[in-house]
């Protein structure tokens, strides 16, 4: 299979820049793989799309050179492979929070001997052998951390074989914690906590992720040692981006409105 993208970014030592999709739209999941991301993240968890809408996004990412990774349901092996099948260069697996959930989760994304994966992919441009021979080495697998029984298990989940990449759900593990689902980077307790998975994942030779959505929270998700940083989603910019355009219109209405005599 080709070369992984996300890979590449952090061969070099970069920041792997990513953008989240709905999963609704084939046309804007090919127009932002075009754009340049390293990698885009197809939500099913928290999203109205089905199989059939993934697999259209995978097929229409194809070429793009974007990784295309898909947010499951949850931790369940026969979903995982085939979504897979269907062409994902990864998956990210919500709600991990032991070592024996972050091993059956990859178990499922690896062929044997490294998992149990049941060979027969069916769109590997490049033929199945080739892409059985590379799989195991290319796919990303990223298990989200937002428990805290998960972040009680950091070094375990992060010590997992074949696991690439821890993955913070700061809404869910605010929530564990007894709060409420407020993302707020600056709060010293949540960024405390994103220092301490960005410090298990590096000690384990893993990757580590995180949203930032808001402003500064790029800039904090770099000062953290974040080596993916998720900085957009297609839900949200599309309402920030028709909310500008609308104020934009009121005031042009607002301002004829007023130049117009009573």
């Given at each position: 299979?080709?070369?992984?993208?996300?890979?590449q970014q952090w061969d070099a030592g970069e920041i792997a820049i990513d953008c989240w999709l709905s999963g609704s739209s084939m046309t804007a999941a090919e127009a932002v793989g075009r754009l340049g991301f390293e990698s885009v993240v197809i939500d099913t968890q928290h999203t109205m799309a089905d199989f059939r809408d993934v697999a259209g996004c995978l097929m229409a990412l194809t070429g793009?050179?974007?990784?295309?990774?898909?947010?499951?349901?949850?931790?369940?092996?026969?979903?995982?492979?085939?979504?897979?099948?269907?062409?994902?260069?990864?998956?990210?697996?919500?709600?991990?929070?032991?070592?024996?959930?972050?091993?059956?989760?990859?178990?499922?994304?690896?062929?044997?001997?490294?998992?149990?994966?049941?060979?027969?992919?069916?769109?590997?441009?490049?033929?199945?052998?080739?892409?059985?021979?590379?799989?195991?080495?290319?796919?990303?697998?990223?298990?989200?951390?937002?428990?805290?029984?998960?972040?009680?298990?950091?070094?375990?989940?992060?010590?997992?074989?074949?696991?690439?990449?821890?993955?913070?759900?700061?809404?869910?593990?605010?929530?564990?914690?007894?709060?409420?689902?407020?993302?707020?980077?600056?709060?010293?307790?949540?960024?405390?906590?994103?220092?301490?998975?960005?410090?298990?994942?590096?000690?384990?030779?893993?990757?580590?992720?995180?949203?930032?959505?808001?402003?500064?929270?790029?800039?904090?998700?770099?000062?953290?040692?974040?080596?993916?940083?998720?900085?957009?989603?297609?839900?949200?910019?599309?309402?920030?981006?028709?909310?500008?355009?609308?104020?934009?219109?009121?005031?042009?209405?607002?301002?004829?409105?007023?130049?117009?005599?009573?």
């Open positions: 299979m080709p070369r992984n993208k996300l890979r793009t050179g974007t990784t295309a990774i898909v947010r499951v349901i949850g931790n369940e092996p026969l979903m995982i492979q085939k979504i897979l099948d269907a062409g994902a260069d990864g998956i990210m697996c919500p709600m991990v929070s032991t070592a024996a959930e972050a091993e059956a989760f990859v178990g499922a994304c690896r062929y044997p001997p490294l998992g149990y994966r049941s060979v027969g992919a069916y769109r590997p441009a490049e033929g199945m052998l080739e892409y059985f021979r590379s799989a195991n080495q290319e796919l990303v697998t990223l298990a989200q951390i937002e428990t805290v029984e998960a972040m009680d298990n950091l070094d375990a989940i992060a010590a997992t074989p074949g696991l690439d990449v821890l993955f913070m759900g700061p809404g869910d593990l605010s929530v564990s914690y007894g709060g409420e689902p407020v993302i707020d980077y600056t709060d010293p307790v949540t960024a405390d906590r994103h220092r301490r998975v960005v410090e298990a994942a590096h000690a384990a030779g893993k990757k580590a992720g995180m949203l930032a959505l808001g402003p500064g929270d790029i800039a904090r998700a770099v000062d953290f040692g974040m080596d993916m940083v998720s900085v957009a989603m297609e839900g949200l910019l599309v309402v920030v981006g028709a909310a500008a355009k609308l104020a934009e219109g009121r005031e042009a209405a607002a301002a004829r409105a007023e130049a117009v005599p009573a």
